[in-house]
């Protein structure tokens, strides 16, 4: 029931085209979805996030559509562009206010081609 | 921009031999954390930590580990006697409030290789 499921596995996407990366949950009790965002050799860093009470929310080029009935959330990248070539991962958390945690899928591989 | 720090950024050990990763919070955080990420895999909790004892951990976490806050800036995650399995990259986190909303920083992550 912790479970987050992602995909696709991996995705090639030309300059300026849009990526999309899908995600579904388990566990109703989430309440926060943030996305990460990964480069080789690094960390995973804070791209955007949202929380079930919004259907969308939009950062520059990077959108999150949320649909808490169907549990699924999506990440939207508009004209995706080389620099945004990275390993994305979604995830989910319960809020408790002792030292939650992140429940994360299994990663999507974007890579943005000339 | 604060960052957490992690030390090394590669360690290779052999089978059986204890390991100890090290790692620097953001200086005003209180909640710290392991995370690991086995190669080509997910990014796993390992165990989180709060006021000097642990708060929660995953069944990953077992007898061979352990953590620690020594000082005030350092927390590490010991490793006893490590296994070719332990082999992965280990990520630690902190954050200023116990909620993922709240500046929850990852550092770039020590690699084990265990041999």
């Known amino acids: 029931q912790q479970q987050v499921k992602q995909s696709p596995q991996s995705l090639i996407v030309q300059k300026g085209g849009i990526s999309i990366i899908n995600c579904a949950y388990e566990?109703?009790?989430?309440?926060?979805f943030p996305w990460y965002q990964q480069f080789p050799g690094k960390g995973p860093a804070l791209l955007i996030a949202?929380?079930?009470?919004?259907s969308e929310k939009k950062e520059g080029r990077f959108t999150i559509s949320f649909n808490k009935s169907a549990k699924q959330f999506s990440l939207h990248i508009m004209d995706s562009q080389p620099g945004d070539s990275a390993t994305y991962f979604c995830?989910?958390?319960?809020?408790?206010?002792?030292?939650?945690?992140?429940?994360f899928g299994t990663g999507t591989r974007l890579q943005v081609t000339l | 921009e604060p960052e957490v720090t992690q030390t090394p950024s590669h360690q290779v050990t052999q089978m059986g031999q204890e390991v100890i990763l090290r790692c620097v919070p953001i200086?005003?955080?209180?909640?710290f954390y392991w995370y690991r990420q086995i190669l080509g895999q997910k990014v796993e909790f390992l165990v989180s930590?709060?006021?000097?004892?642990?708060?929660?951990k995953s069944e990953i976490f077992d007898d061979q580990f352990s953590v620690e806050r020594p000082d005030g800036s350092n927390f590490t995650l010991k490793i006893r006697s490590t296994k070719l399995e332990d082999s992965a990259m280990y990520f630690c986190?902190?954050?200023?409030?116990?909620?993922?909303?709240?500046?929850?920083?990852f550092g770039s992550g020590t690699r084990l290789t265990v041999v």
């Open positions: 986190a902190s954050s200023s409030r116990g909620l993922t909303n709240y500046g929850y920083t």
């Open positions: 566990n109703t009790a989430f309440d926060y």
């Open positions: 949202i929380r079930p009470d919004v």
């Open positions: 995830a989910a958390t319960l809020n408790t206010g002792t030292a939650s945690k992140l429940t």
């Open positions: 200086s005003n955080h209180l909640y």
């Open positions: 930590f709060y006021n000097n004892e642990i708060s929660e």
